[in-house]
């Protein structure tokens, strides 16, 4: 009788079988890649036994968009760091927890041709909870020409990105990550200690029944974004409305959730956040990067995401992100405020 068993596929094994896509040079995006999924696994020890070590709680300080650090927000950053640092491929970082770029001092005969934006952990102040968390990544090929990574490499359109994923840490740990040919997902074994294929060619259905936001903030998002959430409590039969609300308060979360069952997800300006409260470089054009090779869509209720010019590395941006359908619904209700203002 023949095996009907699938032959494991590793991370790394698929990597290297899928090189070909890779834009640039394949050795250097296959290791940081790797560098990334060693920090991950640390990162998976330390949140599955969280409530047995003393790395819970808050770690008395605050980041630059004046939010509560968690001990585990500085330890998931100090992780990410020490690997890409060490991987010699990547010549800076931007990350959620610093305000300014970390530069990293080059070894004779390196150039590090990559810079790196990242969250380290998405959704920490959950962790006390016991609710999924997430890392987000993008990659950029630097613009500048050597030396130390410099600002100006971060400030480039999504539409640049060469490689991009997150890792959630929840029931199971996954890595789902792109480089511009589609989006697969590969789940943490801890017997093995390897992230193994598990969700070849991710794509989103074109609609769905889930949609997230943070409806306390009702009465402090624009009349327009109030319009659809009614739209999505309606019933239609033909629609599948009323749509479920489901909201995790962890990015990551949702946008998996989302991108596996179909949905939409909103975190939009509010009288409190004209601008949004999500960054644009390390948590928005990630995520829309992934969701547009799935095959659904992101933008800011106008323009697409991805085609945003950064101005500052920690900038901020309203975003409805997921099922293309229901994307496109919600800009069909923003549009109403472009044209109230015309007439």
Same mark, same amino acid.
């Given at each position: 009788?023949?095996?009907?068993?699938?032959?494991?596929?590793?991370? %790394?094994?698929?990597?290297?079988?899928?090189?070909?896509?890779?834009?640039?040079?394949?050795?250097?995006?296959?290791?940081?890649?790797?560098?990334?999924?060693?920090?991950?696994?640390?990162?998976?020890?330390?949140? %599955?036994?969280?409530?047995?070590?003393?790395?819970?709680?808050?770690?008395?300080?605050?980041?630059?968009?004046?939010?509560?650090?968690?001990? $585990?927000?500085?330890?998931?950053?100090?992780?990410?760091?020490?690997?890409?640092?060490?991987?010699?491929?990547?010549?800076?970082?931007?990350?959620?927890?610093?305000?300014?770029?970390?530069?990293?001092?080059?070894?004779?005969?390196?150039?590090?041709?990559?810079?790196?934006?990242?969250?380290?952990?998405? /959704?920490?102040?959950?962790?006390?909870?016991?609710?999924?968390? /997430?890392?987000?990544?993008?990659?950029?090929?630097?613009?500048?020409?050597?030396?130390?990574?410099?600002?100006?490499?971060? $400030?480039?359109?999504?539409?640049?990105?060469?490689?991009?994923?997150?890792?959630?840490?929840?029931?199971?740990?996954?890595?789902?990550?792109?480089?511009?040919?589609?989006?697969?997902?590969?789940?943490?074994?801890?017997?093995?200690?390897?992230?193994?294929?598990?969700?070849?060619?991710?794509?989103?259905?074109?609609?769905?029944?889930?949609?997230?936001?943070?409806?306390?903030?009702?009465?402090?998002?624009?009349?327009?974004? *109030?319009?659809?959430?009614?739209?999505? *409590?309606?019933?239609?039969?033909?629609? %599948?409305?009323?749509?479920?609300?489901?909201?995790?308060?962890?990015?990551?979360?949702?946008?998996?959730?989302?991108?596996?069952?179909?949905?939409?997800?909103?975190?939009?300006?509010?009288? %409190?956040?004209?601008?949004?409260? $999500?960054? $644009?470089?390390?948590?928005?054009?990630?995520?829309?990067?992934?969701?547009?090779?799935?095959?659904?869509?992101?933008?800011?209720?106008?323009?697409?995401?991805?085609?945003?010019?950064?101005?500052?590395?920690?900038?901020?941006?309203?975003?409805?992100?997921?099922?293309?359908?229901?994307?496109?619904?919600?800009?069909?209700?923003?549009?109403?405020?472009?044209?109230?203002?015309?007439?």
């Amino acid at each position: 009788m023949k095996n009907s068993l699938h032959p494991i596929k590793t991370l %790394n094994e698929f990597i290297i079988e899928r090189q070909a896509d890779f834009k640039y040079a394949k050795g250097e995006l296959t290791r940081i890649l790797s560098d990334i999924s060693v920090a991950a696994k640390i990162l998976h020890r330390e949140v %599955n036994k969280a409530g047995l070590a003393d790395i819970l709680g808050e770690a008395d300080q605050t980041n630059i968009q004046g939010e509560v650090v968690q001990k $585990l927000d500085l330890f998931a950053n100090q992780q990410f760091l020490a690997a890409l640092k060490a991987g010699g491929e990547v010549c800076a970082v931007v990350s959620e927890e610093d305000e300014h770029i970390i530069q990293f001092d080059q070894k004779p005969g390196e150039n590090g041709k990559y810079v790196v934006s990242m969250d380290p952990l998405d /959704g920490s102040s959950n962790i006390d909870s016991n609710v999924s968390t /997430g890392t987000i990544f993008a990659i950029h090929r630097r613009i500048s020409l050597s030396g130390e990574g410099k600002t100006e490499d971060f $400030l480039q359109e999504g539409t640049e990105i060469v490689a991009a994923g997150y890792i959630i840490y929840g029931s199971s740990s996954m890595l789902v990550y792109s480089t511009g040919n589609g989006v697969n997902g590969f789940t943490l074994d801890p017997s093995i200690g390897e992230f193994c294929l598990s969700h070849p060619d991710m794509k989103i259905p074109k609609t769905g029944k889930t949609y997230s936001i943070n409806q306390g903030y009702y009465i402090h998002f624009q009349e327009e974004v *109030q319009k659809y959430i009614v739209y999505c *409590q309606e019933e239609h039969a033909e629609t %599948n409305r009323p749509y479920t609300l489901r909201y995790i308060g962890s990015m990551v979360a949702d946008f998996h959730r989302n991108l596996i069952k179909g949905g939409i997800f909103i975190y939009p300006a509010t009288t %409190n956040s004209p601008n949004g409260k $999500l960054r $644009l470089l390390y948590e928005c054009n990630p995520l829309s990067f992934l969701a547009e090779q799935a095959g659904g869509k992101a933008t800011d209720g106008f323009k697409r995401i991805l085609e945003i010019k950064p101005d500052s590395i920690h900038q901020r941006v309203p975003i409805f992100i997921g099922s293309s359908g229901m994307v496109d619904k919600a800009e069909e209700f923003m549009a109403n405020k472009v044209k109230a203002a015309i007439n």
